[in-house]
């Protein structure tokens, strides 16, 4: 898909990732400002300095939001990442710990400062450092999913990206 964030659904979904990160880590996310309308905060994300992903509250949760930072780390297209179930971004050894970061997070709103290793489309492996993971909820306060966001991250040895 070539512009996401000109969709309604996607700039609404910005507002989210934006006003709960505001809401549980008392900051705003990024440097967008507070005066973007919600359209430019959607163009903002999307072209972040940043990786920016959100998935849903589903039991076994997809991705909802890859950023273009996202798309380029992990090697997957907007339409190969939307849909994806966001534990196939974890190798199968650290797919436990993830979701145990998942559960504090969920029971605590937010986690800053989280790494780990996670897996590009290419099998290529890295590390994310700095990862604030929050919970996301509508305007009504009703979960709708988590995000996590970062700007660090390092290619592992023996990996390569293709």
Request: hydrophobic fraction near 40%; aromatic fraction near 12%; proline fraction near 5%.
């Amino acid at each position: 898909m070539d512009k996401p964030y000109e969709r309604k659904d996607i700039i609404e979904l910005s507002r989210t990732l934006a006003d709960s990160f505001r809401r549980l880590v008392a900051r705003p996310l990024g440097d967008a400002g507070d005066n973007l309308s919600p359209t430019d905060i959607a163009k903002y994300f999307w072209d972040a300095p940043f990786v920016l992903l959100a998935h849903d509250s589903a039991p076994d949760p997809v991705f909802t939001y890859a950023n273009r930072k996202a798309q380029e780390l992990f090697g997957y297209s907007w339409e190969e990442f939307i849909g994806l179930p966001s534990r196939l971004s974890a190798e199968l050894v650290e797919q436990e710990d993830r979701e145990q970061l998942l559960v504090e997070a969920r029971s605590k709103g937010y986690i800053d400062n989280y790494h780990g290793v996670r897996i590009a489309k290419d099998g290529s492996r890295f590390a994310i450092e700095h990862v604030v993971l929050w919970n996301l909820s509508d305007e009504n306060g009703n979960p709708v999913g988590q995000a996590a966001v970062f700007k660090h991250w390092r290619l592992l040895e023996g990996s390569h990206k293709s």
